[in-house]
Protein backbone atom coordinates (compact mmCIF):
# COMPACT_ATOMS: atom_id res chain seq x y z
CA UNK A 1 0.00 0.00 0.00
CA UNK A 2 1.22 3.75 -1.02
CA UNK A 3 1.57 6.17 2.01
CA UNK A 4 2.43 9.48 2.15
CA UNK A 5 2.10 10.65 6.02
CA UNK A 6 3.29 14.02 7.42
CA UNK A 7 3.94 15.69 10.16
CA UNK A 8 5.47 17.85 12.28
CA UNK A 9 2.68 20.46 11.84
CA UNK A 10 1.70 22.60 14.59
CA UNK A 11 1.39 26.47 16.22
CA UNK A 12 3.53 28.72 16.53
CA UNK A 13 4.41 32.38 16.69
CA UNK A 14 5.57 34.55 14.02
CA UNK A 15 9.26 33.88 13.60
CA UNK A 16 9.44 30.95 15.09
CA UNK A 17 10.02 27.57 12.77
CA UNK A 18 8.29 24.21 12.72
CA UNK A 19 9.96 21.30 10.81
CA UNK A 20 7.67 19.23 8.51
CA UNK A 21 8.20 15.11 7.42
CA UNK A 22 6.86 13.16 5.21
CA UNK A 23 7.22 9.26 5.55
CA UNK A 24 6.45 7.57 2.06
CA UNK A 25 6.14 3.56 1.89
CA UNK A 26 4.91 1.20 -0.90
CA UNK A 27 6.87 2.70 -3.45
CA UNK A 28 10.56 3.50 -4.68
CA UNK A 29 11.12 6.34 -3.39
CA UNK A 30 14.14 7.17 -3.97
CA UNK A 31 13.02 7.46 -8.06
CA UNK A 32 10.51 10.14 -7.00
CA UNK A 33 10.61 13.94 -7.19
CA UNK A 34 8.84 14.77 -3.98
CA UNK A 35 6.86 18.26 -3.77
CA UNK A 36 5.36 19.83 -0.60
CA UNK A 37 1.76 22.36 -1.40
CA UNK A 38 -0.35 23.97 0.70
CA UNK A 39 -3.52 25.15 0.88
CA UNK A 40 -5.02 28.44 3.08
CA UNK A 41 -8.58 28.58 3.76
CA UNK A 42 -10.61 29.85 0.31
CA UNK A 43 -7.13 30.04 -1.91
CA UNK A 44 -5.62 27.46 -3.95
CA UNK A 45 -3.24 24.94 -3.34
CA UNK A 46 0.35 26.00 -3.85
CA UNK A 47 3.42 24.02 -4.52
CA UNK A 48 5.93 25.88 -2.02
CA UNK A 49 9.04 23.34 -2.31
CA UNK A 50 10.64 20.20 -4.62
CA UNK A 51 13.47 18.45 -4.58
CA UNK A 52 14.07 16.31 -7.38
CA UNK A 53 15.36 12.20 -6.73
CA UNK A 54 18.51 12.27 -8.31
CA UNK A 55 20.43 15.04 -7.98
CA UNK A 56 18.67 16.42 -4.79
CA UNK A 57 18.11 19.51 -6.79
CA UNK A 58 15.91 22.20 -4.69
CA UNK A 59 13.25 24.29 -6.10
CA UNK A 60 11.26 27.36 -3.78
CA UNK A 61 8.63 29.10 -4.11
CA UNK A 62 9.46 32.86 -4.19
CA UNK A 63 7.20 33.69 -1.08
CA UNK A 64 9.54 31.08 1.36
CA UNK A 65 12.96 31.55 -0.54
CA UNK A 66 15.41 32.20 2.00
CA UNK A 67 13.27 30.53 5.01
CA UNK A 68 12.18 27.34 4.30
CA UNK A 69 15.10 24.45 3.53
CA UNK A 70 13.80 20.92 1.69
CA UNK A 71 16.18 17.89 2.12
CA UNK A 72 15.75 14.12 1.84
CA UNK A 73 17.15 10.94 3.01
CA UNK A 74 16.37 8.48 0.59
CA UNK A 75 17.83 5.26 3.45
CA UNK A 76 14.68 6.52 5.39
CA UNK A 77 12.10 6.90 2.46
CA UNK A 78 11.60 10.85 4.06
CA UNK A 79 11.60 14.00 3.37
CA UNK A 80 11.76 16.93 5.54
CA UNK A 81 10.88 20.89 5.03
CA UNK A 82 12.35 22.89 7.74
CA UNK A 83 9.96 26.17 7.43
CA UNK A 84 12.30 29.43 9.67
CA UNK A 85 11.25 32.75 9.75
CA UNK A 86 7.53 32.15 10.18
CA UNK A 87 4.64 34.44 9.04
CA UNK A 88 1.05 33.89 9.52
CA UNK A 89 0.66 34.00 5.73
CA UNK A 90 2.34 30.52 5.87
CA UNK A 91 -0.39 29.37 7.61
CA UNK A 92 -2.39 26.35 5.98
CA UNK A 93 -2.04 22.88 5.35
CA UNK A 94 0.71 21.56 4.39
CA UNK A 95 0.97 18.20 1.98
CA UNK A 96 3.75 16.12 0.25
CA UNK A 97 3.04 14.40 -3.04
CA UNK A 98 5.16 12.34 -4.76
CA UNK A 99 6.11 12.05 -8.77
CA UNK A 100 7.41 9.26 -10.79
CA UNK A 101 9.14 11.75 -13.27
CA UNK A 102 11.74 12.04 -10.60
CA UNK A 103 14.53 13.42 -12.24
CA UNK A 104 12.72 16.66 -12.79
CA UNK A 105 10.41 18.90 -10.64
CA UNK A 106 7.55 20.02 -12.71
CA UNK A 107 6.52 22.78 -11.15
CA UNK A 108 3.34 23.38 -10.27
CA UNK A 109 1.73 20.98 -12.09
CA UNK A 110 0.19 18.91 -9.50
CA UNK A 111 -1.52 16.43 -11.70
CA UNK A 112 1.95 15.30 -12.44
CA UNK A 113 1.91 13.96 -9.04
CA UNK A 114 1.10 10.36 -8.19
CA UNK A 115 0.53 9.82 -4.36
CA UNK A 116 -0.72 12.33 -1.74
CA UNK A 117 -0.08 12.39 1.81
CA UNK A 118 -3.15 13.88 3.94
CA UNK A 119 -1.74 17.02 5.14
CA UNK A 120 -0.93 18.51 8.40
CA UNK A 121 -1.74 22.12 10.10
CA UNK A 122 0.16 24.99 9.94
CA UNK A 123 -0.91 27.18 12.23
CA UNK A 124 1.27 30.92 12.18
CA UNK A 125 0.43 33.40 15.08
CA UNK A 126 0.99 37.05 14.50
Known amino acids: EVQLVESGGGLVQAGGSLRLSCAASGFRFSDYAIGWFRQAPGKEREEVSCITSSNGRTYYADSVKGRFTISRNNAKNAVYLQMNSLKPEDTAVYYC???????????????????WGQGTQVTVSS
Open 97 to 115: AADMGGIYCRWGAEYEYDY
